[in-house]
């Protein structure tokens, strides 16, 4: 093997100059001293994954794929196999092989057809720069050019030339598309076997097609090993060897992966023979199926098109970017990227409002009004369950998304805060005025695109850092702080909280998984958008589901729609790269609380709760909603529980509906710490004398228990209790 290709150095390094002289029509002028240099030639461009897999190849603009090479920058067998297949007196000739001529006219002539040719390496380098009619005139022209051709360039270049200026078949031009093309790797890489397969090419392209006639190009590569072992260029071990090689040749690439990310990264990037990108085409590729199933799911409900994408939060780069749902679908708008394209991202703007309010001194504890409010502009807004729910807590508020809180919070500092906070994290898409939105701004009326949004939440990850997304691995990542590292925390802890969205979605929603995840859904207005949006540590996705054509979906909500798609990509990611619990920030203390007050619990508030506070946010007094009775408002608190208590249900217990029993069936059998006959009373409505059974009823429920004893009226404190589906 030393020895064949000491010869092929050897020949190459054989390179000579001839007398200059005119330059011909198709060659360098004058006025060039070389060939279309590697560097200078027009290439085509190959963008790749993280992994260095393909994504897609931009082709030259005559539309054929290049990757221009210099001599040295390919296998030493490939030259080698070349001149055994096309040009054995390469190094010996001035241009035209006069020898191969009277060949070719000999063996034609005897069989009555062209069977033969006698061109050389320069001449049909000549014919791939400049092609002319295959006539007897435009033989003569290319012969005459390829003198001077040879009088100008020496050896190695016209060599060189000519291995980056020939066709190799399915619009490769030259050996360094060609390489990458039929097997996958750069032209430096090509074994012997390999290097005789493609040298045997250009003789027909058509004819000795790799993948359309591997038996005929097999045929070819072992004439070409042949020569070479005749010749003395190979010995007996390499050519057996070579011939013993089995060859896989790469199956057609699609048209290309990842489209509307090439296209983001084609804008953003500089030309060259090859791209790198932050993508991973494997998690790319399962996302996009992720995504076709459940779209095949929603079918139903006139949902034709999603996207997704996922982020790495230590870097910001792009993992996955599936813009649609199939790209080649123009029924459907397949070639909009649903991942830049702004639409209306409904409730999922949320979490930035109570962040920006809990970094203003809101507590996670604290209570809202979830009430009928007006606005003198006719604004007048309403939950998503066209209900109201009285006093709830801050935590529950962003956890249930409800709306009414929601705008109660935004009003404390006024649309113009709230902008300014949302652009702080990215969401550029907002151009209008705080004026133009309004305060209904909180609830999604502005349009954001789905990657600004992802990034957004991305930073919520980081603790409140903020640094731009990166398609590119040499991007620049400057960061910023956008908010404190408590409110990111206390905003996670939420969305985190399964406990606290049961009230709305259930404890078995999509959002919960079987590991840290913060999540938040939103639903625009009539249904036309879905958006889903999540987070560990280490990643973040996000996801928006509705049609590019702006028509409504058939009552599709975030947590239906968007959220399984979330899901399922949550556990893809996961299966890839796992993820521990949420950093706690060192200003973080847990305390307890009333669980109805949202202060810290006195001595007859029904039991405490944790909650998660800043160290320079703590609650501030103590609860004041619990008093003691008038009878003892006297006596000095007690510290031991009432003289009467409830023993079933505990606070804060939580019962699930089960779907196969008739909810007829279903009841709490309430029950009291007393010997004696007690009265009760579920939700202030109480329940007939004697009876202590109480049909399951979703929502949150609160009971109480009293008596009669010797002539005084003995009540417990009230117990607070769900009830999910």
């Not at 082709?59 to 030493?76: F, I, M, N, W, Y």
Request: contains cysteine; glycine residues 8%.
């Amino acid at each position: 093997m030393s020895r064949a290709r000491g010869l092929a150095l050897l020949l190459l390094a054989g390179s000579l100059w001839l007398p200059a002289g005119a330059a011909p029509q198709g060659a360098p002028s004058p006025g060039q001293s070389r060939l279309p240099s590697a560097e200078g030639a027009q290439t085509s461009t190959e963008i790749r994954d993280r992994y260095g897999r393909p994504l897609r190849t931009v082709l030259a603009q005559e539309g054929e794929s290049r990757s221009p090479v210099r001599l040295e920058e390919v296998s030493p067998w490939m030259p080698l196999a070349t001149l055994a297949a096309e040009d054995r007196r390469f190094f010996s000739h001035a241009g035209v092989d006069l020898r191969a001529v009277a060949r070719a006219l000999w063996q034609n002539a005897r069989s009555g057809r062209r069977v033969s040719g006698g061109s050389t390496l320069s001449e049909q380098l000549v014919r791939a720069l400049h092609p002319r009619p295959r006539t007897w005139g435009g033989k003569l022209a290319e012969a005459f050019d390829a003198l001077l051709l040879e009088t100008r360039q020496d050896k190695r270049e016209i060599l060189e030339g000519y291995l980056n200026e020939v066709s190799y078949g399915n619009r490769c031009r030259g050996i360094g598309a060609a390489a990458r093309e039929y097997f996958g790797v750069p032209a430096s890489e090509l074994t012997l076997a390999q290097s005789a397969l493609l040298a045997g090419v250009p003789k027909s392209p058509k004819r000795y097609d790799p993948r359309r006639y591997p038996e005929a190009a097999a045929v070819r590569q072992r004439r070409v090993l042949e020569r070479m072992r005749e010749w003395g260029w190979l010995d007996a071990d390499s050519h057996r060897l070579a011939r013993a090689e089995k060859l896989k040749v790469e199956p057609r690439r699609a048209a290309f992966a990842a489209p509307q990310f090439t296209e983001y990264v084609l804008r953003r990037a500089e030309r060259g023979a090859v791209i790198d990108t932050t993508l991973d085409a494997g998690l790319q590729e399962r996302l996009q199926g992720v995504l076709a199933k459940n779209l095949e799911r929603l079918a139903g409900h006139q949902v034709t098109n999603g996207a997704a994408v996922v982020l790495d939060n230590a870097t910001g780069d792009i993992l996955a970017w599936v813009g649609s749902a199939d790209f080649n679908d123009p029924r459907h708008q397949g070639q909009v990227d649903g991942v830049t394209a702004p639409r209306q991202p409904g409730s999922a703007l949320k979490p930035f409002a109570y962040g920006l309010a809990l970094s203003l001194g809101a507590r996670a504890s604290d209570l809202l009004r979830d009430e009928p409010m007006h606005f003198t502009n006719g604004f007048s807004p309403k939950n998503y369950d066209e209900t109201f729910h009285g006093p709830v807590r801050l935590r529950e508020a962003l956890a249930c998304s409800f709306n009414i809180p929601a705008v109660r919070v935004a009003e404390r500092f006024g649309a113009a805060r709230l902008l300014g906070a949302l652009r702080a994290f990215g969401l550029e898409s907002l151009r209008e005025s705080a004026d133009h939105y309004g305060i209904g701004l909180v609830l999604g009326n502005g349009e954001v695109s789905l990657l600004e949004l992802t990034n957004a939440y991305a930073a919520l990850a980081r603790g409140g850092v903020w640094m731009p997304v990166r398609a590119l691995p040499g991007e620049a990542a400057a960061a910023r702080r956008v908010l404190d590292r408590e409110s990111a925390f206390i905003v996670t802890d939420i969305l985190a909280d399964n406990a606290a969205r049961a009230g709305a979605f259930g404890l078995n929603s999509p959002l919960h998984l079987p590991f840290p995840f913060a999540a938040k859904t939103g639903t625009s207005k009539d249904y036309r958008d879905n958006w889903a949006l999540g987070y560990t540590p280490e990643w973040t996705i996000g996801v928006w589901v509705g049609n590019f054509d702006g028509q409504p979906m058939r009552r599709v909500s975030g947590i239906s729609g968007a959220a399984p798609v979330l899901r399922d990509a949550a556990l893809l990611v996961y299966e890839r790269s796992a993820s521990g619990p949420f950093p706690v920030p060192a200003g973080i203390r847990e305390l307890e609380v009333c669980p109805e007050s949202g202060d810290q619990p006195g001595p007859w508030c029904p039991g405490a709760m944790r909650e998660v506070f800043a160290k320079k946010h703590p609650p501030a007094r103590v609860c004041s909603l619990h008093r003691p009775p008038v009878e003892i408002a006297s006596v000095p608190a007690p510290r031991r529980p009432a003289l009467l208590s409830v023993e079933f249900p505990q606070p804060g217990d939580v019962f699930k509906i089960d779907p196969a029993t008739p909810l007829g069936a279903q009841a709490l059998r309430l029950r009291a710490a007393s010997e004696e006959s007690v009265a009760w009373t579920v939700d202030g409505v109480a329940l007939p004398p004697g009876e202590a059974w109480w049909a399951l009823r979703p929502g949150r429920h609160r009971a109480a228990a009293s008596l009669r004893r010797d002539g005084r009226l003995l009540q417990s404190r009230p117990v607070h209790f769900l009830v999910v589906r």
